[in-house]
């Protein structure tokens, strides 16, 4: 399988699994350990999950959801994915759109992670974390996997939220997961209106682009 291969079926699902690309003025700094400390408490937490076999698949996506919705801003997620049509929307319409993309977010790709990606997902993470400004951190990792030859950077994007910091993107080898978002969102909402973006997520089928 090739390397784009890998980060559309493994990485866009582990949104979930840690879930605005660093400029030029980004610095290492270890002083800070919160941001690194939050993506493996959520690695922990997901693991078991994905090792235990006996669980119904209802009970274990539930569960994913659960860890999920604890550990990303799913708020902030939505409003970026949007770009700059969130500001053309109404009040209602944000309310609808945030869970609808959430929803879309975590009943799309939880079915696409596989226990040996959280694996090396963990064993793979570091202790560098670098700042784009006080309130956005990016955790580094060299991710291993059996089917590819190099390993895959990946950042897990954090942003600090008044509950402390809370993931909000996966970049693997400079690709955005919620940067293809936005450029999907965009498509749609440009060729077919808002109200087509939203009726697909809610099916889970968003129409195609071109």
Request: hydrophobic share 40%; net charge neutral; proline share 5%.
């Amino acid at each position: 399988m090739t390397r784009s291969g890998i980060r559309g079926l493994n990485f866009t699902g582990a949104i979930l699994t840690a879930a605005v690309i660093l400029g030029a003025s980004g610095f290492a700094a270890a002083a800070d350990p919160a941001p690194v400390a939050q993506v493996r408490t959520t690695i922990t937490e997901a693991s078991p999950v994905f090792a235990n076999r006996q669980l119904p698949p209802a009970e274990h996506d539930r569960q994913l959801r659960a860890i999920a919705e604890k550990h990303f801003d799913f708020a902030y997620m939505a409003k970026s994915a949007l770009g700059t049509h969130w500001k053309k929307l109404s009040a209602a319409q944000r309310k609808e759109f945030v869970p609808a993309f959430e929803d879309y977010v975590l009943a799309t790709y939880l079915t696409t992670l596989q226990q040996n990606t959280v694996e090396a997902a963990s064993s793979g993470l570091t202790d560098k974390v670098t700042y784009d400004d006080p309130g956005t951190a990016a955790v580094h990792g060299d991710v291993h996997l059996q089917m590819v030859q190099d390993p895959l950077h990946v950042d897990y994007m954090l942003c600090k939220t008044p509950k402390g910091w809370r993931l909000f993107d996966i970049v693997v080898d400079n690709v955005s997961t919620l940067g293809n978002y936005r450029e999907q969102f965009n498509k749609i909402i440009n060729n077919d209106g808002f109200d087509k973006l939203l009726a697909g997520l809610r099916t889970k089928h968003l129409p195609a682009t071109h």
